[in-house]
């Protein structure tokens, strides 16, 4: 008598739109869903959402999987959902309902609160028990914007809940923060001992009671499906919901990267280039939290821009103002790229700054703003948005030599995942700025398929040292051309000269 095949369903609520797939016990796809919606931005550098918009694409992609796949519920063993940074967490009362929205991690608003911190915290002990820094990207941040700036809605909150663990408890009825989340709120977590620290809540005025008490790794599970969400998805009561954790983390777990030395950069609407670490310096510019696998030993330690392909949908949306951005077409944009195909490295004299919304890692500068450098007449659309593409990925390369510089050794070839790996012409160029072989997964998959992963380990079939095992192929995508690297040599030095040149007159602009 054959065994049954057994599934699991793997979930990514992303900055922009939530995917899920079904996948068997050996990886393979058998549904996939989407749904895509739009961040708030009520203000300049602002960034928020409602959690009932995730909660919504969630339980409609799970339900659209299930339906699809066509296969007994009850060979479905475990969900697991993972999720955008969510900046301050979701702001809950006592019955589990927001308060506020989230200001998820592109939100910049909470400048002042960085300042106060940096007058009134003692900076190098937040540095050694967090291992990560000070700035409006970080939840501990949000969390006293929403303190200092809505006081209503504070005096309402019991918990601040991740994205991922919002929905779970929704799922569920159970409360369980993964501790790459927590991690990732920074300024609250010690990172040396897996929990919430008294101490840095203590200074930073965050009531101890706020932050969740149950802190639980990536793959284990949180509770189990409650009746009502089993008979809306078509999945069994009970069935095991899986904690998930950071999609960053996530998708580098479904690149293969769950060893020191492998490094993954995933390009969507931002940039994260991350690796794995045993210990991490919050100095170095970086962002660090316990990995998804091996949580308790491993640091996912990253470094990132706010807007990567954030900026190529931008420049897009400039040559199409009529149409607007659901309107690009694959045809114009399959045109633009080889057009771009045809210049040289640096598209002849052109520089490109990508911080439209600030920027992260590593020079950490709310302020700081996006800058074409070097325009000439003889520069058209295809020159812009080559640059876009080269600036990004001088972005890449000034956070890889950040994290570097402990000197622990990285292999030699960049895995590329999200949606810029589509691209060939950015593939090349990523080769050609780094210097390093390029690679990418055949299945195009990232975060959800993580996901999935995360919930075979935590159904037990199969284990933390084979985790994703045959699940993904890497494909060869582009071999560093030595005339452009040396080419890109010269950029990526004007590059860096150029925020440090502009920062003042940046300042300036910003007000």
């Given amino acids: 008598m054959s065994r049954v095949t057994r599934h699991v369903i793997g979930v990514d609520i992303g900055t922009q739109s939530t995917k899920a797939l079904l996948v068997d016990e050996a990886g393979r796809i058998l549904a996939q869903a989407s749904e895509a919606y739009q961040v708030d931005t009520p203000e300049p550098l602002w960034a928020e959402q409602w959690p009932e918009v995730w909660m919504t694409a969630v339980v409609r992609c799970i339900a659209r999987v299930v339906r699809e796949a066509a296969i007994d519920a009850a060979s479905v063993k475990a969900l697991c ?22 200001l998820i991690w592109m939100d910049r608003r909470a400048q002042d609160e960085v300042e106060w911190v940096r007058g009134h915290v003692d900076l190098e002990r937040l540095y050694d028990i967090t291992g990560n820094g000070v700035d409006s990207y970080h939840g501990f941040t949000k969390m006293l914007w929403l303190r200092e700036k809505r006081p209503d809605a504070w005096q309402r909150t019991r918990a601040f809940l991740p994205p991922n663990s919002f929905v779970n408890a929704q799922l569920t009825g159970e409360v369980a923060v993964d501790h790459s989340s927590a991690g990732n709120i920074g300024g609250v977590y010690d990172m040396k001992a897996r929990r919430w620290s008294a101490e840095m809540l203590d200074a930073l005025g965050i009531p101890a009671s706020m932050m969740p008490a149950r802190l639980v790794e990536s793959s284990e599970t949180v509770g189990g499906l409650t009746a009502h969400w089993a008979q809306t998805l078509g999945l069994p009561i009970g069935l095991p919901v899986i904690a998930g954790g950071v999609d960053a983390a996530v998708a580098t777990l479904a690149a293969g990267a769950n060893r020191p030395g492998s490094h993954v950069a995933m390009i969507g609407t931002s940039m994260c280039w991350g690796t794995i670490r045993q210990h991490a310096d919050a100095r170095d510019g970086l962002v660090s939290m316990p990995h998804v696998v091996g949580g308790l030993r491993d640091l996912y330690v990253f470094g990132g821009a706010i807007t990567a392909g954030a900026s190529v949908t931008w420049f897009l949306d400039l040559m199409q103002p009529q149409q607007g951005r659901a309107t690009h077409t694959a045809d114009a944009h399959a045109q633009l790229e080889q057009a771009a195909r045809e210049l040289p490295p640096g598209a002849q ?12 890692s590593p020079i950490w500068d709310p302020r700081a703003s996006g800058a074409f450098i070097g325009l000439g007449l003889h520069h058209r659309r295809e020159h812009l948005y080559r640059a876009v593409l080269e600036g990004v990925a001088c972005a890449l390369r000034h956070n890889i030599e950040a994290g570097s510089r402990e000197g622990q050794p990285l292999d030699d070839a960049l895995v590329v995942v999200g949606g810029a790996s589509r691209s060939d012409l950015w593939m090349q160029i990523i080769a050609d700025v780094t210097g390093r072989p390029v690679r990418t997964i055949h299945e195009e998959v990232e975060a959800s398929l993580g996901a999935a992963m995360l919930a075979a380990l935590g159904a037990g079939l199969t284990a933390a040292e084979t985790v994703g095992q045959g699940w993904v192929h890497l494909v060869d995508r582009a071999q560093p051309y030595p005339d452009a690297v040396a080419r890109y040599e010269a950029l990526y030095r004007n590059y860096l000269a150029g925020y440090p040149a502009l920062r003042p007159v940046m300042h300036a602009l910003r007000g």
């Fill in 349 to 360: 004299g052109l520089l490109f700054l990508p911080y439209l919304m600030g920027e992260r």
């Fill in 81 to 102: 959902v993972s999720s955008l940074y969510g900046g301050s967490g979701i702001p809950v009362d006592a019955e589990g309902q927001p308060t506020h929205p989230c």
